[in-house]
């Protein structure tokens, strides 16, 4: 049943893609990128990946076609150049192919629970996870603590994507300060049933990612998806209310100060370790019982991937709304 | 070691990165720019430190969060990484002393934050890259590294920085998955991403073509970012668009940390165990640094504008220490590291003088300085100064890692005489343009200038670059000794 | 199942190549950024599936299960796809900057401006 139904998604993937390439309509484009997120979402989900299937659900059908659209409405919908150096690319692609299907021949049966990856670091991080944090999802336990210097590394790309953006689009011409004109930025206030529903939904969406925020450690979640999700609800309410009623409640200051503030504080985390005796990122000296610190720390370090992400999400829009009102 | 000292490669990393959203809050004029330059100055401290607890050869390594690899991420400085972090961190460091008028004159105030929170999270991606010895962290900091390096470019005065920074992106990124599909594939052989793990482990699955897929996907990846001939298409404009002093600092350091990865898995992972595989190293990778070298060089001759010039030029130079690497030597790779410092030394000097020079012209073309050097004697003394050592005028530094590089072609078997003559006419293409640039200046019809002087601190450290040119030109010991180890660490896994 | 398991390789690969051809042949900068996300996104799916194991569950204890999937390629790619999205984000920020520049978001359009 499983294979019927995972040779049926990954066909209807790559239809997708084709879609994709041939359209000249860039929203087109745009919405069917979000159906092929959802698709391979959907396969995540299939081969036990939950939490990336939840992330590449929330990131790639999401925020990434909200900042997409938000381009489009800036720029244009039509795709107008014809394609070019149609066969140097095709060479360039027909060469990479021909080595990825290189590869091929010897690699080891799909799902095998003998082949290299699930017998040599693996099976420690399943077994020693109980021992030495005692959370239930090992994928948290990875993610926070034995791989946690990557984690913070993903953290400050995220910080960098947000300082880049606001140091593009925040000083040029205008200032992004420039008061909306009256009447202009109602966003679907006007329209009855998107804000009746959007009011009732918001709540829920904000509670929903607190939920994932604070249950990563049981189940899927964690800090970047509760981010993502927190943004979305604040970006609907942006989208119901207006861009400048969105600002009052959390002025650009403060989304500042949160993107930067969730670095500080995983930064400050892993420093901590180091003055407790142990090395940076070391949550064991965080408390009496190592276990207990450990737990300490991957809750502390996920709040502060949280706050950055849900900071460096809004700050994105708002630049790029703030970009609208000009022009 | 005490505990500070145990706790050094971490905290080559950590310091200026954790620094960067502390800078992106501060408001006041200015003191963006202080707490960049004085986190700059306090990584470098610590560079030198890390160097003179490595040269012994023997390396130092941290592990994060106190796991084990190759379950936790390991960091690992030896002689090859304590070099390009001396690199990375004295360009980062010369770059922002010398470059606050500048940078004053092209970011405005409130943008000033952003500016330099970007510079130090490129400076702490490429020095998380260096000390790095996990194969998926390399990554993430290479990712860090470079969203922080197209911000700076983007910061560029001219509107064709950003289709420039589009490129740049676009092929960086590119760069970057090739590379994570060849650890992907890596990992799916072996389950392990610690580099001296993967070592170990490649050894058993060697022949399988998977690996040599990875083999090709990390090389090809890595040489997009290290701009190796032809990948090397972004350069160009992203150097020329780039603030000046961004220039300086990227030109001095970011392809070379590519380059050093590079190496690493060439010689760590692959080298040993393909089979055939010292072979393919320098079938495929001479006969591009040998066209990167003349191309660059050519097309460096008859360009007007200076950056582009000198932009092109970093491609022939990255061509040198790649023909260096495929001999696959101890003096080989002597060359090629060393090299990696002087060309560092030599190039971040031209585009600090040039940095100078816009300060008092409109702009970068050749027609732009003309009869400039009456006004400006010492800036473009210190210009030659630079240039010699680019083409490698005894004396200079330049002049030692190509003496190397003579040295290891006279001792191949075959072909070394070919390879002499290609680096003596390429030495000579270098002397054209950097005579291009001092005819004009010299000889030309001074043109309405703006009333401007260079600012002190930028003379400093444009003296102090050209005077380091000239210091390691007589004395190499420091980088030569680091090169040898370097070299000798390099080739202790091919046997 | 590993009729599926090659299926899925096989996937990789074409969608890889679709991506990468958006990429280096479109001269749209926003459809070169869709193409690089589909670009990304296959990468992404070669990780997840070589971590898979036949008959395991989520990598979350509790739930009963006795074999897990590994958890290290699902930790990598968490990592990756907010890489990803930070790449867009930060290619649509310059995008947008450069069509107020140039007013067009067309590759040979932008060259042929500069040229002049």
Redesign the interface.
């Known amino acids: 049943m499983t294979v019927v139904f995972g040779i049926f998604l990954l066909t209807l993937l790559l239809i997708t893609a084709v879609a994709i390439v041939r359209t000249k309509n860039l929203f087109v484009a745009v919405m069917l990128m979000g159906i092929a997120s959802l698709l391979i979402a959907a396969n995540f989900f299939l081969l036990d990946a939950a939490d990336v299937a939840l992330t590449e659900a929330a990131v790639g059908a999401g925020i990434s076609t909200v900042l997409f659209l938000g381009t489009l409405a800036l720029t244009t919908e039509r795709e107008r150049a014809p394609t070019s150096r149609k066969i140097l690319s095709f060479a360039v692609v027909s060469a990479a192919a021909l080595v990825v299907i290189y590869a091929t021949f010897d690699k080891p049966r799909f799902g095998s629970p003998d082949a290299p990856t699930q017998t040599h670091v693996a099976p420690w991080y399943l077994d020693k996870t109980r021992e030495f944090i005692d959370i239930p999802n090992v994928v948290t336990a990875v993610l926070g603590s034995f791989r946690g210097y990557d984690t913070l590394g993903e953290v400050f790309v995220v910080f960098a994507a947000g300082i880049g953006v606001l140091f593009l689009l925040a000083g040029a011409p205008g200032g992004g300060k420039r008061p909306a004109p009256p009447g202009s930025d109602v966003g679907l206030s006007r329209h009855l049933i998107p804000r009746v529903v959007g009011r009732l939904l918001i709540p829920f969406i904000l509670l929903f990612g607190l939920y994932v925020q604070f249950h990563g450690e049981y189940g899927p979640g964690g800090g970047f998806q509760a981010g993502a999700i927190v943004a979305a609800a604040i970006v609907l309410y942006a989208l119901l209310e207006g861009e400048e009623k969105a600002l009052q409640v959390i002025p650009r200051r403060v989304l500042l100060g949160l993107s930067a503030g969730g670095a500080i504080l995983y930064g400050g985390v892993g420093v901590a370790g180091m003055l407790l005796g142990g090395n940076f990122l070391d949550y064991s000296v965080l408390a009496d019982d190592p276990v207990k610190g450990q737990q300490t720390g991957i809750l502390l370090i996920e709040a502060g991937v949280g706050l950055t992400v849900t900071g460096v999400l809004l700050s994105i829009f708002h630049a790029f709304a703030a970009r609208g009102r000009q022009a | 070691m005490n505990a500070l000292t145990a706790?050094l490669p971490?905290l080559q990393v950590?310091v200026p990165?954790?620094m960067?959203?502390?800078v992106?809050?501060l408001r006041a004029r200015n003191l963006p720019w202080v707490a960049a330059t004085a986190t700059s100055l306090l990584a470098f401290s610590i560079a030198v430190r890390l160097t003179m607890i490595v040269t012994d050869g023997k390396p130092v390594s941290?592990?994060?969060?106190?796991?084990a690899p190759?379950?936790?991420?390991e960091l690992q400085v030896d002689a090859l990484s304590a070099l390009v972090l001396l690199v990375v961190t004295g360009a980062s460091s010369l770059a922002l002393i010398g470059g606050r008028e500048s940078l004053a004159k092209v970011i405005?105030a409130?943008?000033e934050p952003?500016?330099f929170?970007?510079w130090l999270?490129a400076l702490?991606g490429m020095a998380?890259i260096v000390v790095s010895a996990d194969a998926?962290?390399i990554?993430?900091?290479m990712?860090?590294s470079s969203?922080?390096s197209?911000?700076l470019v983007?910061?560029g005065p001219d509107?064709?920085a950003?289709?420039a920074?589009?490129k740049y992106?676009?092929m960086g990124?590119?760069g970057a998955?090739f590379y994570?599909?060849g650890v992907?594939?890596i990992?799916?052989?072996?389950?392990?991403?610690n580099l001296a793990d993967m070592e170990l482990?490649v050894h058993e699955?060697a022949d399988?073509?998977?690996i040599?897929?990875?083999a090709?996907?990390i090389t090809v990846g890595l040489a997009l970012k290290a701009a190796i001939f032809p990948l090397h298409v972004w350069l160009p404009n992203a150097y020329t668009y780039a603030p000046h002093v961004v220039t300086a600092f990227l030109a001095a350091c970011a392809t070379k940390v590519a380059l050093y990865v590079l190496l690493r898995f060439d010689f760590f992972v692959f080298q040993q165990n393909l089979i055939g595989h010292e072979f393919q190293f320098a079938a495929y990778l001479m006969p591009l640094a040998i066209l990167g070298i003349l191309i660059g060089s050519a097309v460096a001759m008859f360009e007007r504008n200076i950056k582009r010039m000198l932009a092109f030029s970093s491609v022939a130079q990255i061509g040198y220490m790649m023909l260096g690497a495929s001999f696959v030597t101890a003096t080989g790779l002597t060359a090629a590291t060393l090299h990696m410092f002087n060309h560092a030394l030599a190039k971040g000097g031209l585009f600090l003088a040039i940095a100078a020079i816009a300060i008092v012209t409109a702009g970068c073309r050749l027609s732009d300085i003309a009869g400039l050097a009456r006004r400006m004697p010492w800036t473009f003394a210190a210009l030659v100064v630079a240039g010699l050592s680019l083409i490698g005028v005894p004396g200079t530094a330049g002049f030692v890692s190509k003496w190397y590089l003579i040295d290891a072609a006279l001792e191949l078997e075959t072909g070394g005489a070919a390879l002499v003559a290609l680096i003596l006419v390429s030495s000579l293409m270098a002397v054209v343009y950097v005579w291009r640039i001092v005819e004009a200046a010299c000889f030309g019809e001074p043109a309405e200038r703006r009333a401007a002087s260079v600012p002190p601190a930028l003379a400093i450290v444009l003296w102090a670059a050209a005077i380091a040119n000239l210091g390691f030109g007589i004395a190499p010991g420091l980088p030569l000794s680091l090169s040898a180890t370097a070299a000798d660490i390099l080739l202790g896994h091919v046997q | 199942m590993n009729i599926l398991g090659i299926y899925y390789y096989w996937v990789f690969a074409i969608l890889l190549m679709i991506g990468f051809y958006v990429v280096i042949a479109k001269l749209n900068l926003i459809k070169k950024l869709i193409g690089l996300s589909l670009f990304q996104a296959a990468v992404f799916l070669l990780y997840i599936t070589m971590g898979n194991v036949e008959g395991a569950s989520a990598p979350i204890y509790g739930f009963g299960a006795e074999t897990f999937s590994n958890p290290l390629p699902q930790v990598l790619i968490l990592t990756a796809i907010v890489v990803g999205i930070s790449t867009t984000a930060l290619g649509l920020g310059i995008v947008v900057r450069i069509k107020e520049e140039y007013d067009s978001v067309e590759e040979h359009e932008i060259q042929e401006m500069d040229r002049r």
């Open positions: 706790h971490a950590i990165m954790l960067a959203p502390f992106v809050l941290y592990r994060m969060g106190s796991w190759p379950y936790g991420i405005s409130d943008r952003y500016f929170a970007a999270l702490a998380g998926f962290n990554f993430v900091f990712e860090i969203l922080a197209y911000v983007a910061g509107r064709r950003l289709p920074t589009f992106l676009i990124t590119i998955t994570l599909i992907g594939l990992y799916m052989m072996t389950g392990t991403l482990r699955v399988q073509k998977p040599l897929a990875a090709g996907f």
